[in-house]
């Protein structure tokens, strides 16, 4: 299993620029989460889906991010339009719901909006 | 003015002294707890887990102590080698609506010195 796939690694973008982050969740997982990390708050949820359908949104910080699952194999994150404050890693992460341990990480996009 | 980032709370130990990395959690409903291993540029990673009708569990040279009573979990590394160098988090685990829907501490940085 090549685990959860994210793209791309690396992000640098102008302020103002639509960023759109990628997610393949690993197969056979059922939930989906988006995370964003940043030494001033750690890793926060931002947003997690059940079925391909979002569960809950309430740590998205603004109407600029917005996230959708077309299908059990892939997920976007998008911000429209970046700020500099949006810079940080962000992780997907995938589970089955009924096993709580299977919970799996990506390797993160680190996204930098200059 | 400049922004200025949470340091860490960090732990310094020698090759093959015993590490032990503690954490609090919030939420007394919380059933199941995580630690997980972070190293630089990559995602958390699953080390151990445990549920909350239990107070240990052991894994290869890890083992995880849950108190119920101060909602206190810790993680012991035994033998620590400069490989378990990473920032290490703990998840606590509430069910909701069938989702596991892990929050994580802000993380130890533990360094190892050969």
């Known amino acids: 299993d090549a685990g959860v796939i994210q793209s791309p690694r690396h992000e640098v973008t102008e302020m103002g620029q639509e960023v759109t982050l990628r997610c393949k969740p690993i197969s056979g997982h059922n939930s989906l989460f988006w995370y964003r990390q940043t030494m001033m708050r750690g890793l926060e949820l931002l947003i997690y889906f059940n079925n391909n359908v979002p569960i809950d949104d309430s740590g998205m910080p603004e109407d600029r991010f917005s996230a959708k699952m077309p299908n059990a194999s892939f997920s976007t994150l998008k911000i429209q339009p970046s700020e500099p404050r949006d810079s940080a890693v962000y992780f997907c992460?995938?589970?089955?719901?009924?096993?709580?341990?299977?919970?799996?990480f990506g390797s993160g996009t680190r996204l930098t909006v200059v | 003015g400049e922004s200025v980032g949470l340091h860490l709370p960090t732990l310094s130990v020698q090759e093959g002294d015993n590490s032990i990395i503690n954490c609090a959690y919030s939420?007394?409903?919380?059933?199941?707890f995580i630690w997980y291993k972070q190293e630089s540029g990559k995602g958390p990673q699953f080390i151990i887990d445990i549920r909350s009708n239990m107070d240990k569990r052991q894994g290869q040279r890890v083992t995880v102590l849950l108190n119920k009573t101060v909602k206190h979990l810790s993680l012991q590394i035994a033998a620590t080698q400069p490989g378990d160098s990473a920032v290490y988090f703990c998840a606590e685990i509430l069910s909701s609506g069938g989702s596991y829907i892990p929050t994580f501490g802000r993380g130890t940085s533990l360094i190892v010195h050969p």
């Open positions: 992460a995938s589970s089955h719901r009924d096993r709580e341990h299977g919970y799996t």
């Open positions: 939420n007394s409903a919380s059933d199941y």
